[in-house]
């Protein structure tokens, strides 16, 4: 063993981490999934990112990637993001892993901000990058204190921040980071997702780790896991809803982010999800501003 | 009213270190009673007051609350949960500065909503209902429900602090100079207040005051302290009118007459 360590001492160990890093992070993901929505702290460790980049995200992916694996990253959404191709770029060198954009070819995606459209299955894990773990930080600036309220289930001062909405904007203006219970015990940050995304959380057959590296914890749900967010009975938990198609492939009852066009109020709505957007204009969708095919030169005989 | 005591101290001591704070404290209190605990400041008021509320842990002694169960319970021995619900239900704890008994960040009407959060309320009308009519109750304008503890005067602040002490109708309540830092037609509004609520709700009360003439308003016993010890207890305008030990005697003549 230390042969082999001694030859290759100038090169990286297997996805940058050296193994006895990765067995405790391991460690602490296997405790993580055994209590779903409890932070576990780890040793989070400096990596050639800046903190706030997805340290923690990459971690967890470092810990859990093996050679087979199919890593696919994205970032609000996009593939094409800097943070997702720096990260992909990342593991291709020091794991030499394959990677992809397409969600249905990806055995671990770690994601920033969103999750993605095309239902997740059970042989897939999706790893969060999370800022600040901490749901009740705003309200409970004390780490001794939230980690007492925690152990005592002691969530009460959640709903004053729902009810702080409601009297003020007549209804719960959080709209992404949206408190989540997790199988009715911890009450859990789900990364600043929008809360369009939240309802994918609950009984999702994928593997779902979260990783704060600057706020060293890790998190887990485990696979079908009941994932409710917090509200009032005459204020019920809803997502935002778009009142238009994805201008580009048509899709209804996605999260769409808005374009602005030109400095005279033009305006357009597209997918967040760049992989699912791209994969139904493939399939022929076309939305109202999509391309058209005629005028680009495809299909010039018709 | 009630055969059964509410809350029985014995022998309570607090040592800060080699300071003492308070020694030897026993007493016992029925509900609907309030008891003044009056003396200058550093005589050991505020530690027994902490003591009472379990947010200090006594050197030696006990205090033993009766629950609403009927149990009598020694309260050094309640599990976190129990000691916490205790104190968002059945107690209150009205304190002298309202800053440190309010969430100042948040509308008024959060802050008297947030016990019955806190012991799983969770239908917004019932809770924004319940607030507004205890804003009522305590002379604060409906229209103000929305606003920040940040907009209000001091006694508004502090009758606000009150009405979110008394949303889940404790039993006993523990008010520390309620009235000190405000001035004398707000003190006397605010110790109308008190003195009603206090009446119509059979509240028990353990008030703490360096103010004389708040004890005479609002209490039916009192307790003198002197360097952590109680000198003189009895009933209020027994030990006012007729104090029997030298340093009572003093507190009373020195108190402008008018």
């Known amino acids: ?302 | 009213m009630c055969e059964e005591p509410l809350l029985i101290a014995e022998g309570l001591t607090k040592f800060y270190g080699a300071r003492l704070g308070c020694r030897d404290v026993s007493f016992t209190l029925h509900a609907g009673e309030v008891l003044a605990v009056v003396g200058e400041s550093g005589s050991g008021k505020s530690t027994l007051l902490g003591l009472l509320s379990t947010e200090l842990a006594p050197s030696a002694g006990h205090v033993r609350y009766s629950m609403r169960d009927g149990s009598l319970r020694d309260l050094a021995e309640l599990s976190e949960p129990e000691r916490r619900l205790l104190l968002r239900t059945d107690w209150g704890f009205v304190r002298q500065s309202p800053e440190a008994g309010l969430r100042m960040a948040v509308s008024a009407g959060a802050n008297v909503g947030e016990r019955l959060m806190a012991v799983g309320w969770r239908h917004y009308g019932n809770i924004r209902g319940a607030a507004a009519d205890w804003l009522g109750r305590v002379e604060i304008a409906a229209d103000r429900i929305d606003d920040s503890p940040k907009s209000f005067s001091g006694g508004m602040r502090q009758r606000l602090q009150i009405a979110r002490n008394l949303v889940t109708a404790p039993r006993l309540v523990f008010m520390d100079e309620p009235t000190g830092g405000l001035d004398v037609s707000v003190q006397a509004r605010l110790l109308d207040l008190i003195r009603s609520l206090v009446a119509d709700l059979g509240l028990a009360v353990v008030i703490v005051t360096h103010d004389l003439a708040v004890a005479r308003l609002l209490s039916h016993r009192i307790m003198v302290m002197k360097e952590g010890c109680v000198i003189e207890e009895g009933l209020t305008d027994q030990v006012l009118d007729d104090p029997q030990a030298a340093y009572t005697q003093l507190l009373v003549s020195s108190v402008l007459q008018s």
């Open chain 1, 1 to 302: 063993m230390s042969e082999a360590i001694a030859t290759e001492r100038t090169a990286y160990n297997f996805a940058y981490l050296d193994e006895q890093t990765k067995r405790a992070i391991r460690r602490a993901i296997l405790k993580a999934i055994a209590i779903p929505g409890y932070q576990v702290p780890f040793a989070s460790r400096e990596m050639p990112m800046p903190r706030g980049w997805g340290t923690g995200g990459v971690q967890v992916t470092a810990a859990i990637i093996g050679p087979d694996d199919v890593l696919k990253v994205i970032d609000q959404g996009a593939d094409d993001t800097t943070n997702a191709v720096a990260i992909r770029g990342f593991f291709t060198r020091v794991a030499n892993v394959a990677t992809t954009t397409r969600t249905v070819e990806a055995t671990i995606i770690q994601t920033r901000h969103r999750v993605p459209e095309t239902p997740l299955n059970a042989d897939q894990i999706l790893v969060y990058q999370v800022p600040i773990p901490e749901p009740l930080r705003f309200l409970e600036p004390r780490e001794t204190e939230t980690r007492k309220l925690h152990a005592l289930a002691d969530y009460g001062t959640m709903h004053v921040k729902l009810y702080e909405d409601i009297a003020h904007f007549g209804e719960i203006a959080t709209t992404y980071a949206y408190p989540v219970t997790v199988d009715g015990r911890y009450v859990m940050d789900p990364s600043p997702i929008p809360k369009f995304d939240n309802p994918k959380l609950d009984d999702c057959p994928a593997l779902q780790l979260f990783g704060a590296g600057r706020e060293k914890r890790i998190y887990a749900v485990p696979p079908h896991t009941r994932v409710v967010s917090l509200d009032f009975e005459d204020h019920p938990f809803a997502p935002q809803r778009f009142t238009e198609p994805c201008a580009l492939c048509g899709a209804t009852g996605v999260f769409l982010d808005e374009v602005i066009l030109d400095d005279r109020g033009g305006r357009m709505f597209v997918c967040s999800d760049t992989d699912f957007c791209n994969g139904r204009q493939a399939a022929g969708h076309r939305g109202r501003l999509a391309g058209n095919p005629i005028e680009s030169g495809e299909g010039a005989d018709v």
